[in-house]
């Protein structure tokens, strides 16, 4: 029984203190935090998944646009163009072709610069 307590006590400070931490890791793939984005868009993706992580971004004050979406039958994403405005007033833009992968395609990379103390 104290074995079991023990365990339930590790899992449960793991789980606050995880839960507790701004970077939000999407899929193995993406990574959205006011410090870096990495975002990959494949054949994953369906259009509840793209509202999220347009959600996502605006709470770190960075705009992202499909400007062009297309799905499968199934509902999946098969291309995508979107542009993006970064909260330093940088801005990228992407255009891709027929989507083929569940783990490369087309997306955004961004670190936010370091301020001078």
Do not use: C
């Given at each position: 029984?104290?074995?079991?307590?023990?365990?339930?006590?590790?899992?449960?400070?793991?789980?606050?203190?995880?839960?507790?931490?701004?970077?939000?890791?999407?899929?193995?793939?993406?990574?959205?935090?006011?410090?870096?984005?990495?975002?990959?868009?494949?054949?994953?993706?369906?259009?509840?998944?793209?509202?999220?992580?347009?959600?996502?971004l605006?709470?770190?004050?960075?705009?992202?646009?499909?400007?062009?979406?297309?799905?499968?039958?199934?509902?999946?994403?098969?291309?995508?163009?979107?542009?993006?405005?970064?909260?330093d007033?940088?801005?990228?833009?992407?255009?891709?072709?027929?989507?083929?992968?569940?783990?490369?395609?087309p997306?955004?990379?961004?670190k936010?610069?370091?301020?001078?103390?």
């Amino acid at each position: 029984m104290k074995i079991l307590s023990i365990t339930l006590l590790f899992f449960s400070v793991l789980f606050l203190s995880s839960s507790s931490i701004k970077a939000q890791t999407i899929d193995e793939l993406n990574i959205i935090s006011k410090e870096k984005i990495k975002l990959v868009f494949t054949t994953q993706y369906d259009s509840d998944k793209l509202l999220d992580v347009k959600k996502e971004l605006l709470e770190f004050d960075i705009h992202l646009e499909y400007t062009s979406l297309e799905f499968n039958e199934a509902g999946r994403l098969k291309q995508i163009s979107a542009k993006i405005e970064y909260p330093d007033e940088k801005s990228g833009w992407f255009e891709s072709g027929e989507l083929t992968s569940a783990t490369t395609g087309p997306g955004f990379k961004w670190k936010a610069k370091k301020r001078k103390s």
